[in-house]
């Protein structure tokens, strides 16, 4: 039982240390860099969904 809670740990501290940069870096990068864009995209087709309608 110890074994396999030995071999458990060892594999959530790999996956930690080889996934965590991966997610950070991704994490950064839509969160500040690309929000803005994100956000004017949204906006447009909010808006240009409300036009579609009108018409």
């Known amino acids: 039982m110890f ?3 030995f071999i458990v740990l060892l ?3 790999f ?3 080889i996934f965590e940069p991966v997610a ?4 950064y990068l839509f969160e500040i860099r690309f929000f803005s864009i ?3 995209i949204s906006l ?3 808006f ?3 036009n579609i309608e009108q018409n």
Do not use: H, K
């Not at 950070?24 to 994490?27: A, N």
């Open 11 to 13: 594999i959530q501290f």
């Open 24 to 27: 950070s870096f991704l994490e």
């Open 48 to 50: 240009s969904a409300n």
């Open 3 to 5: 074994l396999l809670l």
């Open 15 to 17: 996956t930690y240390w």
């Open 38 to 40: 994100i956000a004017l």
């Open 44 to 46: 447009i087709f909010l």
